[in-house]
């Protein structure tokens, strides 16, 4: 037997992940079928997405509309029951195509992009589950709108473009204690009354469980590293 995995196992991973995940939410007293694993494939060809939809997997996350359309429309076709999570910036020109592809948005995070979008179901007569993605960090570079501001944006989201939000998601800073994030989002989707919290990725899904997420984006935990 070799010291060196020939070929990264991304079923056995993604047990592994699941199991860990259950563990996470148990403890923290939630039920675990409530936290739904999105695995992100994002830069992995279908020969690396394959193996994970034979074990049964069915929802994954991608962050470019231009990629996913260049895997999922096949992967879909011959696996039904595939549900796809955009969770990259949208840019306003892509929203036709990324309503067209995916079932998910969680990254809503400006007017323009609620209008495009709104536009859009109605046009394909579609409902897309959405998030608004919140910039806990209050990051400059980031994407997200401020916590501040994310109860008028949601009022505008609902009241003025007629969209259903689902919940909140968020990215928390790369140097900072995530479980904070966590908390902090948790917290201001309650004060909103909305109950989707789309958080945590590889390296903290189970933090991110402990404080309540429903969705869990997880890539390299899954795949391997990109
Ligand atoms: C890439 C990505 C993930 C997954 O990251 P991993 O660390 O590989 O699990 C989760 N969320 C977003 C928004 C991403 O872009």
């Known amino acids: 037997m070799s010291d060196h995995a020939p070929t990264h196992s991304a079923p056995t991973a993604l047990a592994d992940v699941k199991a860990r995940l259950a563990d996470a939410a148990r403890e923290a007293g939630h039920d675990p079928s409530a936290i739904h694993l999105i ?36 992967l879909r076709a011959r696996y039904p029951g595939v549900e796809l999570h955009l969770i990259g910036p949208l840019q306003s020109n892509k929203t036709r195509e990324a309503v067209e592809l995916f079932d998910a948005i969680h990254t809503v995070d400006r007017p323009k992009i609620a209008k495009a979008i709104a536009d859009e179901q109605t046009r394909q007569g579609k409902r897309l589950k959405l998030f608004i993605e919140v910039n806990t960090g209050e990051e400059s570079q980031k994407a997200g709108v401020m916590p501040k501001e994310a109860a008028a944006f949601l009022a505008h989201c609902r009241d003025d473009l007629g969209l259903e939000i689902a919940g909140l998601m968020c990215i928390p800073p790369v140097d900072e204690e995530p479980a904070v994030h966590f908390a902090f989002l948790a917290k201001l989707a309650r004060d909103l009354g909305l109950s989707e919290l789309s958080m945590g990725m590889s390296g903290d899904f189970e933090t991110a469980a402990n404080f309540g997420a429903t969705y869990v984006r997880v890539g390299s935990a899954i795949f391997g590293a990109r």
Do not use: C, M, Y
């Not at 994002?42 to 231009?66: C, M, S, W, Y």
């Open 39 to 74: 695995a992100v494939s994002k830069t992995f060809g279908a020969d690396a997405i394959l193996p994970v939809l034979e074990a049964g997997h069915r929802q994954f996350g991608e962050n470019r509309v231009q990629e996913a359309k260049t895997k999922w429309p096949e």
